[in-house]
């Protein structure tokens, strides 16, 4: 595998949640220009543009990198990845394997999604019947939650897995997320009003699965030649594993519903190369866009037992500061699920860790910090390792 | 839903038919042109069982306006005594007096409707023995 080293070299975002007043590409292009503005380089010396959004198609703009870019003046080359809900992440890692390849040096990454104007969310619905077997999942009457709803059971049923154990995964990440200042909702909800609240496909309740809503999210990325060359650039976080895979996009064709192997899969092939082990990671951000979506990845990415994390998220091993940090950012609940952007938003929030901004959500000695972000029931997944280490730097 | 796809999937929707491949003799659904497992072209088709039970089931309450004709409704994994595995909506019953395991027996009924006018889904669903 190509030695080359890619580094994260700026960031920008845009406050998730409803934003009327704004259109998708003045959305995407905030996010852009304070990537480009952070990285403290001349925007004329990004060479691409890679942007991953789901939806940006259905607002009769499939092309908004190409406004977002107008908007920034800038006249690159845009490409839009698909990885369903997923493609932020999706974009991110075809922009590190052009960096790889040694054929570029330096790559904006853009997110974005502005799901505000989907009024009627019957609309939405069909949409996301797109990242699971629409043909013989949601035609036939499936829809992602309550296919999530059937994860959840294989779970509790498996593992005894308890509501309280779900509930406890929101519960957490609505106290982190009253410390970000994007997230869409800054508020904690207790434990009980999770438990109390109707469940629409049990065991999931009104409460449980993330809001889809506006936002933006940018990176720019760079190779370790481009950022020795250029001594503008003054904070840079290295980008040490980057993966992807696939499972069977229908649950009726998997083996198991209370694991991810995707997950599996690809969380092994990024620990190899950033030649490390689960062990080793401070920090992580999760799909938790559903409650068990964050029970199956911290079990799936090796961090506890399989089986075992509901319990440890109960017992507050997975809280700020404990023995793995997960979703400090508020996580795809609290910071609210703007599908193309939420795969960059995961990336920027281990960035601000790293770089030490995130004021009363920031975690201390971070080693190693880990995304994952999942389309659909697990049909593809992406992880990324970025590294804090000394050495790196 | 299009013409063209209601026609395509006739077989499959009306007649709830899969493959059996004539190499390695596993079962499929739905049809495909080459056997999902050992990807052999010698495939034939195949009647899914009529009979099977319930693995999960939830209720769902949004979804698609084209969908919404009988929400809230159950929609449930079953396994087919062939050993298949499909999703389909377990009707004429409710949530509260199911559980995993239930016999279930396949039905023909709508599935989807587009506005007044519109064309009709038609495909299986399942109902209690």
Redesign the interface.
Known sequence: MSKREVYIIGYGITKFGEHYELNPSSSASQALSKAIQDAKISKDLIQSLYFGSMVSNRNNQSYIGGKACRECNLNIPITKVDVGNASGAGAFHQAFIAIKSGLLECIAILGTEKLSDFV????L??IL?GTI?Y?????????L??LY??MS??HMKEFNTTMEQLASVPVKNHKNGVNNPIAQFRREISLKRFLSAK????P?GRFDPATHCDGSAAVIIASKEFVENHSEIERKVKVVGSAQSSDKI????RET?SSLLATQITSKKAYEMAQISSKDISIAEVHDSYPIGEILAIEDLGFFQKGEGGKATVEGKTQLNSDISINTSGGLKARGDPFGATGIAQIIEIVQQMRREADKRQVDDIKYGLTQNVMGTGASVLVHILSNMEDDK | MEPPKIWRERREKYLALGILCQECKRKSFPITLYCPHCSSENISELKLAQTGKILHFTRVTQTAEELMLYAPYIIGLVELDDGIKVTGQITDTKLEDLTEGMKVRMVFRILSKNGEEGLIGYGFKFVLI
């Open positions: 009627n969310s019957s609309t619905e069909k019947g077997d043909q013989w999942e949601f035609e036939q009457g499936a829809t939650t309550s709803a059937w059971q294989a469940r629409i496909s049990p999931i229908s649950l009726h064709h519903l």
